[in-house]
């Protein structure tokens, strides 16, 4: 079983950038395809972006452009590089591996 533990979230205001953090506890983690999901008051849970094992990433359309996804398998590390922040952004964040584990998530809130 891996675990997930997310950080880095925060209050930040519009046009503002965060870096969120998921570290793994298995040194497997390199062979997984990462995720990152959020979740926002009222909405279903959404994909972000993905990783695969080799680097090849994936964006949801609403995000391309401003989020970069990026991994360090020596450090068990998975990241989400957010810049040019809105405020429907605003969600919990959560990272996921391929096989179903979830982190517990962070929370990022964009507002003035």
């Known amino acids: 079983q891996v675990q997930l533990v997310e950080s880095g979230g925060g209050l930040v205001q519009p046009g503002g950038s965060l870096r969120l953090s998921c570290a793994a506890s298995r040194s497997i983690f390199s062979i997984y395809t990462m995720g990152w999901y959020r979740q926002a008051p009222g909405k279903q849970r959404e994909l972000v972006a993905t990783?695969?094992?080799?680097?090849?990433?994936n964006y949801a359309d609403s995000v391309k452009g401003r989020f970069t996804i990026s991994r360090n398998n020596a450090k068990n590390t998975v990241y989400l590089r957010m810049n040019s922040l809105k405020p429907e952004d605003t969600a919990i964040y959560y990272c996921?591996?391929?096989?179903?584990?979830w982190g517990q998530g962070t929370q990022v809130t964009v507002s003035s």
């Open positions: 990783i695969t094992s080799g680097g090849s990433t």
């Open positions: 996921k591996t391929d096989v179903g584990n």
